[in-house]
């Protein structure tokens, strides 16, 4: 039985754990290679530190039969000897660290064009079982393997396997146990390396002779339901108002689910208020009593409410993911982004960002052109990720009748789009495109319950894990900068700001090695202090005020007041901090007072112009990290924050001055 153990480094080593056996599972994309992976953790992975590779990979430490198993995801990739970004991330892998055997994921439906990976595996040497997936689609196309015959031409175990179902599922993790228990030394990296240097193309007349005999193959597939799907979906008239019609429907769900399930996480953390932290911090002073009850706990309080939106969103985005119509849009999008400088897949990768835009940045390393690729980086933090979501979600629903609250969000995703494709109209020129657009279009698959329930738990705690740093930093910074007044407690201010500045920009790891780094850090927290107290302005009022106050001439234009400027502030480290950071400066604990006080505040004009801000500004630090290591360009990195912001300012500027000459205001 496979249980995963918990891992708070994952830094790996060169060489594997002492009694760990290391695993890589690799694959062609849409093979169900991250469905599997999850499957056998349990969505037990995390993101490990691998030395010498690019990118983040997942990994989890399995039990199997008393063996403990490192597994570790790879990208998905067409082949091993390739030149994309992630075929170099899967060779570079290879060659840095030893494996004890390779997971090779094809999908059995497409068998005759995915059998060159395994041969490829198979000709550099390395222990491998194959996977064949998705045997379920192949039985119903008619498409016939003789997995034992095909064991014997690859010389390595074949097993037919339907993650979606779990049949097979127990008969391939046998098989990779066995396959473990065999006293093998893995190859060196660096012998590996060479092989992969030198080793020939495999032959078609080899591929040809492996499915001689072993695979049978129907003289033609009858009409299937992704054929009369496609008809309606993929039609020339119908097919663009049916997707947005989708999205729209998709927004109108998480809404209408959403909503009544975060009312009864507020009252939840409203009543863990009154019997837990109330009587615990009765007897503290003004000062603890405040940052921690309205500080701490009420930041942290409006954000967890959210935890029920954020669930139903990755769960909608997981069925509409998983069944292939993602790729339907790619194609149906390809002829007008191709006029925009782009094609499908940045229209694939913006709507990937709907969860996440530093997945979606990542990736853009499937695209050989880098010119695409900056300009696809480009467009992806323009769209609407999840952490923008719940800012969106709150103020809608504080300044907006509930029956319109869909509407108004999904008008803030077509500004989201329209925005990507004027970048591309005004950029295609700086990023000039000329590689072809090719697409595989997977048979629709409706998901399980447990494939949605286990994608939807990983992206939630990916998320929490993501965000939980920055946001605890940041409610706790708001509040002392709400609660430090100019002049006073310079010494409690130095203490505080300093790892809070640095937990903030670099992520809390920084501060755990704050001793080994002092020198550079502590000159970060005393320019912080520096700045905040040098401030122009009245030295009586707190540190909050004054930077509103300070930044107030740039956005007064676009009709945002100063206590929502500290916030979009904080909201450049990360959107998820925005909301908790409103519940500190207005000094509430319960989300819905701090609904019923924006709503006194300002305006519903104002507030769609705080959101397009936020919708078109820098979505986070990690963003603007990824896009540093993805582009590996400094400069390209300032252009794109500074072009989001510019965007930002002008757009809800626009929108508030318009409104305000229509009467609108």
């Given amino acids: 039985m496979a249980h995963c153990h918990s891992s708070n480094s994952g830094i790996a080593s060169l060489?594997?754990?002492?009694?760990?056996?290391?695993?890589?599972?690799?694959?062609?994309?849409?093979?169900?290679?991250?469905?599997?992976?999850?499957?056998?953790?349990?969505?037990?992975?995390?993101?490990?530190?691998?030395?010498?590779?690019?990118?983040?990979?997942?990994?989890?430490?399995?039990?199997?039969d008393g063996q403990k198993v490192e597994f570790v995801d790879l990208p998905g990739i067409y082949d091993l000897e390739g030149y994309s970004e992630d075929e170099r991330v899967v060779q570079s892998?290879?060659?840095?660290?030893?494996?004890?055997?390779?997971?090779?994921?094809?999908?059995?439906?497409?068998?005759?064009?995915?059998?060159?990976?395994?041969?490829?595996?198979?000709?550099?040497?390395?222990?491998?079982?194959?996977?064949?997936?998705?045997?379920?689609?192949?039985?119903?196309?008619?498409?016939k393997i003789d997995e034992h015959k095909l064991a014997e031409k690859l010389e390595m175990p074949v097993v037919l396997v339907s993650a979606k179902y779990g049949s097979g599922y127990a008969i391939a993790l046998h098989k990779i146990t066995q396959e473990l228990a065999q006293e093998r030394v893995p190859i060196a990296p660096i012998e590996l390396k060479r092989q992969i240097e030198a080793h020939p193309s495999i032959p078609e007349s080899q591929?040809?002779?492996?499915?001689?005999?072993?695979?049978?193959?129907?003289?033609?597939?009858?009409?299937?339901?992704?054929?009369?799907?496609?008809?309606?979906?993929?039609?020339?008239?119908?097919?663009?108002?049916?997707?947005?019609?989708?999205?729209?429907?998709?927004?109108?769900?998480?809404?209408?689910?959403?909503?009544?399930?975060?009312?009864?996480?507020?009252?939840?953390?409203?009543?863990?208020?009154?019997?837990?932290?109330?009587?615990?911090?009765?007897?503290?002073?003004?000062?603890?009593?405040?940052?921690?009850?309205?500080?701490?706990?009420?930041?942290?309080?409006?954000?967890?409410?959210?935890?029920?939106?954020?669930?139903?969103?990755?769960?909608?985005?997981?069925?509409?993911?998983?069944?292939?119509?993602?790729?339907?849009?790619?194609?149906?999008?390809?002829?007008?982004?191709?006029?925009?400088?782009?094609?499908?897949?940045?229209?694939?990768?913006?709507?990937?960002?709907?969860?996440?835009?530093?997945?979606?940045i990542m990736g853009t390393r499937v695209m050989r052109s880098r010119a695409l690729r900056l300009l696809t980086i480009l467009i992806v933090p323009f769209a609407l990720c999840s952490a923008r979501?719940?800012?969106?979600?709150?103020?809608?629903?504080?300044?907006?009748?509930?029956?319109?609250?869909?509407?108004?969000?999904?008008?803030?995703?077509?500004?989201?789009?329209?925005?990507?494709?004027?970048?591309?109209?005004?950029?295609?020129?700086?990023?000039?495109?000329?590689?072809?657009?090719?697409?595989?279009?997977?048979?629709?698959?409706?998901?399980?319950?447990?494939?949605?329930?286990?994608?939807?738990?990983?992206?939630?705690?990916?998320?929490?894990?993501?965000?939980?740093?920055?946001?605890?930093?940041?409610?706790?910074?708001?509040?002392?900068?709400?609660?430090?007044?100019q002049g006073t407690a310079n010494p409690i201010g130095m203490l505080v700001t300093i790892p809070l500045l640095v937990g903030m920009v670099t992520g809390w790891d920084a501060v755990k090695g704050f001793l080994q780094r002092a020198g550079g850090l502590i000159a970060i927290g005393v320019l912080g202090v520096w700045l905040l107290t040098h401030l122009p302005g009245n030295e009586n009022v707190s540190y909050a005020t004054r930077i509103g106050e300070f930044f107030a001439p740039i956005l007064n234009p676009a009709g945002i007041p100063k206590e929502l400027t500290v916030a979009l502030i904080f909201g450049f480290i990360a959107k998820e901090i925005l909301v908790g950071s409103l519940a500190t400066i207005y000094n509430l604990t319960d989300p819905n007072a701090v609904q019923a006080t924006l709503a006194q505040t300002i305006s519903p004009i104002q507030a769609y112009s705080f959101m397009l801000f936020c919708l078109l500004y820098t979505p986070c630090l990690a963003t603007v990290a990824t896009i540093r290591s993805e582009s590996k360009s400094i400069r390209f990195t300032l252009l794109s924050v500074?072009?989001?912001?510019?965007?930002?300012?002008?757009?809800?500027?626009?929108?508030?001055?318009?409104?305000?000459l229509l009467g609108l205001s």
Avoid at 22 to 51: D, E
Avoid at 338 to 350: A, E
Wanted: overall charge negative.
């Fill in 207 to 360: 591929i040809q002779e492996v499915l001689a005999d072993t695979v049978e193959m129907p003289s033609r597939l009858f009409k299937t339901l992704t054929e009369r799907l496609d008809a309606v979906l993929l039609h020339p008239l119908l097919g663009l108002p049916l997707f947005f019609l989708s999205i729209y429907l998709m927004f109108e769900f998480v809404w209408l689910v959403g909503l009544p399930l975060q009312d009864v996480a507020d009252a939840i953390t409203g009543w863990l208020q009154e019997v837990a932290i109330a009587p615990v911090t009765v007897n503290l002073s003004e000062f603890w009593r405040g940052f921690l009850v309205d500080g701490l706990y009420g930041g942290l309080a409006t954000v967890a409410s959210f935890i029920p939106l954020v669930i139903t969103f990755f769960f909608m985005m997981a069925i509409v993911e998983d069944s292939g119509y993602f790729s339907r849009a790619a194609y149906m999008m390809d002829s007008l982004m191709y006029r925009f400088g782009m094609d499908g897949r940045s229209f694939v990768l913006l709507i990937m960002g709907f969860g996440c835009n530093i997945p979606a």
């Fill in 93 to 143: 892998f290879f060659e840095t660290y030893p494996v004890d055997l390779v997971l090779v994921i094809l999908n059995a439906a497409q068998i005759d064009r995915q059998i060159r990976l395994p041969l490829q595996v198979k000709a550099l040497g390395m222990p491998a079982v194959v996977i064949l997936n998705m045997a379920d689609e192949a039985k119903h196309f008619g498409i």
């Fill in 389 to 485: 979501l719940t800012v969106f979600v709150f103020i809608i629903d504080a300044l907006f009748d509930r029956t319109w609250g869909p509407l108004v969000l999904f008008s803030l995703y077509l500004f989201s789009f329209l925005v990507a494709l004027l970048t591309g109209l005004i950029m295609k020129g700086h990023f000039q495109n000329r590689e072809p657009f090719v697409i595989e279009l997977p048979p629709y698959r409706f998901p399980t319950l447990q494939q949605i329930l286990l994608r939807g738990w990983g992206e939630l705690k990916h998320f929490l894990q993501r965000a939980t740093g920055f946001i605890t930093a940041g409610v706790a910074g708001v509040w002392l900068l709400s609660n430090l007044p």
């Fill in 642 to 660: 500074t072009y989001g912001l510019i965007w930002a300012w002008v757009v809800s500027t626009l929108f508030y001055q318009g409104a305000r």
């Fill in 15 to 64: 060489t594997s754990k002492p009694g760990v056996k290391r695993v890589a599972v690799m694959g062609m994309p849409n093979v169900g290679k991250s469905t599997l992976f999850n499957r056998i953790t349990k969505a037990g992975a995390f993101v490990g530190n691998w030395p010498g590779v690019t990118v983040d990979l997942l990994e989890a430490e399995v039990e199997l």
